[in-house]
């Protein structure tokens, strides 16, 4: 909230501000009550969220959402403040008038800064009655709606929302008004900075090239959680929504995957932003909302969930599916729990019962055909492949509900009809490379001496079959040897929590994309940050179908998957990709290499598994 001062109680006597009037002026039908600007910086091209309380004569509350007649608004513009020199962010309080001319944002920071800032960067001395007569702060009127977009025009001036109570004859009243002054008004958020794609050592031809597709995996922080309370070291500004919504769209664009799984999208800003900001770049999206009560924030009920987005000039949507783990808990804690000790099926409920939930979305690829009967095909001869969009349980004291939830999901994949089907299963699982669900996924099993499966208050996990045999591998670490050194970057927790998992036997990983080093994001402590908008790093990487096996080659009986082996699955699917032309293994032109787009090898030694790896940068 920026700072409100009530101009005029209906209690108050002081009506100087308009004063032809009398002091015992009429109370107006309706007062302002309370009024607020979310977000504490207006942001150029962002709608200023307004929410005003009005009380009526017999006492009743209401929100005006603009229908009042007995109100009328008006933005005022104000005097140009400087930001800080050295915090481009905060209004200036202080100038200097002595040696360097220049503005900053505190005495602490003038005192500690000014004799750090170069000569060259010194303001030139202004004329002597522009330092000793300010100019007055001349206030001017923009609209006079109760809506308002700030303009170019605005950016470092602070605005002024007057409210003004109006009498039955449509006069101004000098009582019962309010007026909301807020910070100065911010530009939009500069352009996403590229970020470098990073392949795992192969070179690339123009083939593989023009087959790839792009799949970007997100937790986007819904604004329903970004309180100060959580992240008390991020600017509030840059915590609002209004701000951070530009750098995910920027940021989204800037990639522009094919694919796109986002987490923790509330249900609003998925209809008024991510939809239709995201189907003008082109893309369609489904939303599946977490089954949860829903919260009451600034104003209005809501929730989130997952939201996945593909690019309708490459994909088509032929199906989707989705995974409410609380239903799955619902049919299968009974059978896992059975009635005999008393009151273990409903503890087992009350603990699973969580809200979460996962979307599966069936894509065809609309440019590239399947060439051999053993792979999944669409209706109009394309590859499929299943995309799973999945967000589970956070609660760090509930690795049993997380596994439990990695299993219902594996359970349902294997019940439905996507024999055969490449999987991506990108999300936010709140488990690190170490968890159980890491191992589960990764391996088919999870060692008996899991520091995780000693977790187990409902005594579910020992009655579980914790097995699978879908070969699954992450993208980061099948391309870099190693997952990012984290995805989620706070004060209070650092480390990698998304993947984006697929089926090496079916799928090769061509790149994935560089995050940030570490120097980056402690810049200003941790995320969010005024430029980076979630507390969660996104995940990016290209894949491609693998080739048809050779006619006559190693024949998959029912053109089922390849049976596993004992060993590690994403070890078995590079090599099952090698077979069948994996792009990293084999030689070829680079066409990247002669457009000077393909530098390397890298300098980037975190990146670098071996010394024949080089990067890509093909955005
Ligand atoms: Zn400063």
């Known amino acids: 909230m920026v700072e409100t001062q009530q101009r005029s109680r209906s ?82 309080q202080f100038r200097d008038v002595a040696k360097t001319f220049r503005c900053y944002c505190s005495k602490e920071c003038f005192l500690r800064g000014w004799y750090n800032l170069p000569q060259h960067m010194w303001g030139s001395k202004p004329d002597i009655d522009e330092v000793e007569e300010p100019p007055i702060a001349e206030w001017v009127e923009v609209a006079s709606s109760r809506s308002y977009c700030p303009t170019q025009q605005d950016i470092d001036r602070p ?44 070179t690339f031809n123009a083939e593989w090239l023009s087959k790839q597709f792009k799949v970007m995996n997100w937790n986007v922080l819904a604004d329903l959680y970004a309180t100060e309370l959580v992240y008390p070291y991020c600017e509030k500004w840059a915590l609002s929504w209004n701000w951070r919504k530009h750098l995910i769209l920027k940021e989204l664009k800037s990639m522009a995957a094919d694919i796109i799984t986002l987490q923790e999208v509330q249900k609003d800003a998925y209809d008024d932003w991510f939809r239709p900001q995201l189907a003008e770049a082109g893309y369609e999206g489904i939303f599946q909302q977490k089954k949860r009560e ?55 409920l009350a603990r699973f019962t969580k809200g979460n939930i996962g979307l599966a979305v069936i894509l065809e690829d609309l440019h590239i055909k399947t060439t051999h009967s053993s792979q999944a095909t669409g209706p109009n001869g394309g590859h499929v492949l299943c995309v799973v969009n999945t967000h589970i349980l956070c609660d760090p004291g509930a690795a049993d509900v997380k596994l439990w939830q990695a299993h219902l999901l594996l359970q349902t994949l294997k019940q439905m009809p996507i024999n055969n089907m490449p999987l991506l299963i990108c999300g936010d699982f709140n488990s690190t490379p170490e968890s159980a669900v890491y191992e589960y996924l990764r391996r088919g099993q999870i060692r008996p001496d899991h520091p995780d499966l000693a977790n187990d208050p409902c005594g579910i996990l020992k009655q579980l079959n914790l097995r699978h045999s879908l070969p699954m591998a992450t993208a980061y670490e099948t391309c870099n040897s190693r997952e990012a050194p984290y995805t989620n970057y706070t004060e209070d927790f650092k480390g990698t929590l ?24 402690t810049q200003e402590t941790a995320l969010p940050s005024s430029s980076k908008p979630s507390d969660h790093l996104s995940l990016v990487a290209t894949f491609m179908f693998h080739d048809a096996p050779p006619e006559g080659g190693e024949a998959q009986p029912g053109g089922g998957p390849p049976a596993r082996s004992s060993g590690l699955p994403g070890a078995e699917g590079m090599s099952v990709g090698a077979q069948r032309a994996n792009p990293y293994h084999m030689g070829g032109v680079n066409p990247m290499a002669s457009s000077n787009a393909l530098s390397g090898p890298g300098n980037d030694g975190l990146y670098m598994a071996s010394g024949a790896l080089s990067f890509a940068q093909y955005l």
């Open 11 to 92: 209690s108050s006597r002081t009506s100087s501000r308009s004063g032809s009037r009398s002091e015992d002026e009429e109370e107006p039908p309706v007062t302002v009550m309370r009024a607020e600007l979310r977000g504490h910086r207006p942001v150029v091209v962002s709608e200023v969220p307004v929410y005003v309380a009005l009380r009526d004569k017999d006492g009743r509350f209401f929100e005006d959402k603009g229908g009042c007649g007995n109100v009328r608004y008006r933005w005022m513009r104000g005097p140009v403040i400087k930001p800080c020199i050295f915090h481009q962010h905060k209004m200036s």
């Open 159 to 202: 605005l002024r929302l007057d409210i003004i109570a109006l009498h039955k004859d449509g006069k101004d009243s000098a009582l019962g008004g309010m007026s909301i002054t807020t910070g100065t008004v911010i530009p939009t958020p500069k352009e996403a900075r590229t970020r470098r794609m990073i392949s795992n050592g192969g």
């Open 294 to 348: 829903p919260i009451f924030h600034r104003g209005k009920y809501t929730a989130e969930g997952c939201g996945t987005f593909y690019k309708t000039t490459r994909f088509k949507r032929v199906d989707k599916h989705v995974v409410d783990y609380d239903k799955l808990t619902a049919s299968e804690v009974p059978l896992v729990l059975p009635e005999n000790h008393s009151g273990a099926q409903d503890k087992g």
């Open 498 to 521: 998304d993947y984006i998992w697929f089926s090496p036997d079916a799928l090769a990983v061509l790149a994935i994309s560089q995050v940030d080093d570490e120097s980056q994001l």
